[in-house]
């Protein structure tokens, strides 16, 4: 179940996808549904060197409050 207080997430930190997830309480695959969802603030992006999908803090902490 996603959190229900605020994560303790830094707003400039870069997190990927499996550490996003469980700083919200939630399953990775989440995150990419309300990523593909209009209705959802959620914005990740691919990192080139890696080509891991990351989230900015900001992202994560935007989404966390529109889903509460």
Not at 3 to 24: K, M, T, V, Y
Not at 48 to 57: E, H, N, Q, T
């Amino acid at each position: 179940a996603m959190i229900c207080s605020r994560p303790n997430i830094d707003p400039d930190g870069l997190f990927p996808q499996a550490e996003a997830a469980r700083l919200l309480g939630v399953d990775r695959h989440t995150l990419a549904r309300w990523e593909k969802d209009p209705s959802n603030p959620l914005e990740g992006f691919t990192r080139r060197s890696d080509r891991a999908k990351v989230y900015k803090g900001k992202a994560l902490l935007k989404a966390w409050g529109a889903i509460l």
